[in-house]
T-cell receptor, first 111, second 112 residues
Framework: QKEVEQNSGPLSVPEGAIASLNCTYSDRGSQSFFWYRQYSGKSPELIMS????GDKEDGRFTAQLNKASQYVSLLIRDSQPSDSATYLCAVSGAGSYQLTFGKGTKLSVIP | NAGVTQTPKFQVLKTGQSMTLQCAQDMNHNSMYWYRQDPGMGLRLIYY???????DKGEVPNGYNVSRLNKREFSLRLESAAPSQTSVYFCASRDGRNQPQHFGDGTRLSIL
């Protein structure tokens, strides 16, 4: 069974610091990787997609992918209280119509 | 842009009642999905439709049925609601196999 593992947290960081969120996956054939942000009581919102090894930056967010280690991470620079949410890692296998989601890491940014 | 629209947003049912959750997307996406989300359980896939005219079971299909009415609409039906089906239900759509899914706002369903 394909699995995506995340530390459930909560991860607490001070305002202005870098938050580092990690995700490991079991399906070595996975090809697409996504990070979603979910505020309490709201639906998941896509914040980053990454498809190849290395780093991808978008504003304060950087996604990092290492397929050999089956590891994907999300860095949030200059963390703000508005970044406080649960972050979901999602992985799509080769040729699969499904996404496998981790259970999420709850991030709390302390003012 | 509407994106993915779910109706209703809230619903309370009695055990044994039936109801249909509606989902429509205006992004011309081929694939559509129904999830439930419970505390501590994460998102669990109920059913999905890879393309118009097809449906497949996900991780937790028991007690549910789906209909892909056309390319835009994908409905989820509870034939005889049970308290264990109290949850938040999300519909999502996706353009292709390597593309991200886009979610609706959810339906909060309580079954007494």
């Amino acid at each position: 069974q394909k699995e995506v593992e995340q530390n459930s947290g909560p991860l607490s960081v001070p305002e202005g610091a870098i938050a580092s969120l990690n995700c490991t996956y079991s399906d070595r054939g996975s090809q697409s990787f996504f990070w979603y942000r979910q505020y309490s009581g709201k639906s998941p919102e896509l914040i980053m997609s990454i498809y190849s090894n290395g780093d991808k930056e978008d504003g304060r967010f950087t996604a990092q992918l290492n397929k050999a280690s089956q590891y994907v991470s999300l860095l949030i620079r200059d963390s703000q209280p508005s970044d406080s949410a649960t972050y979901l890692c999602a992985v799509s296998g080769a040729g699969s119509y499904q996404l496998t989601f981790g259970k999420g890491t709850k991030l709390s940014v302390i003012p | 842009n509407a994106g993915v629209t779910q109706t209703p947003k809230f619903q309370v049912l009695k055990t044994g009642q039936s109801m249909t959750l509606q989902c429509a997307q205006d992004m011309n996406h081929n694939s559509m999905y129904w999830y439930r989300q419970d505390p501590g359980m994460g998102l669990r896939l109920i059913y999905y439709s890879a393309s118009e005219g097809t449906t497949d079971k996900g991780e937790v299909p028991n007690g549910y049925n789906v209909s892909r009415l056309n390319k835009r609409e994908f409905s989820l039906r509870l034939e005889s609601a049970a308290p264990s089906q109290t949850s938040v239900y999300f519909c999502a759509s996706r353009d292709g196999r390597n593309q991200p899914q886009h979610f609706g706002d959810g339906t909060r369903l309580s079954i007494l």
